[in-house]
Nanobody, 122 residues
């Protein structure tokens, strides 16, 4: 079992930045691919970013490329999502997930956090 706890969400103005953190506990963190997903009100959950277990490969949805960066600190069992140049359409609950392989499909992930709210004001 892996437990995931997100933090770092909040209210920010358009163009601002936030860094989300996801702390993992339980089974060996470094053996999992990690991902970030988000869900806006009235919309389905969507993929945001993912990173391979060794940190060598990262993946982003097109709408966040060049603005968001996913990274891991295996010593701290933590995955981060640095979000810059935020837009109102980035407003959502952000979830981190741990799974067998990195990618955009939620069914690849076995463990999920409870989510953290990000609100970008215009």
């Amino acid at each position: 079992q892996v437990q995931l706890v997100e933090s770092g969400g909040g209210l920010v103005q358009t163009g601002g930045s936030l860094r989300l953190s996801c702390a993992a506990s339980g089974r060996t963190f470094s053996s999992y691919a990690m991902g970030w997903f988000r869900q806006a009100p009235g919309k389905e959950r969507e993929f945001v970013a993912a990173i391979s277990w060794d940190g060598d490969n990262t993946y982003y949805t097109d709408s966040v490329k060049g603005r968001f960066t996913i990274s891991t600190d295996n010593a701290k069992n933590t995955v981060y999502l640095q979000m810059n140049s935020l837009k109102p359409e980035d407003t959502a609950v952000y979830y981190c997930a741990a799974g067998r392989q990195p990618g955009r499909f939620s069914h690849w992930y076995d463990y999920w956090g409870q989510g953290t709210q990000v609100t970008v004001s215009s």
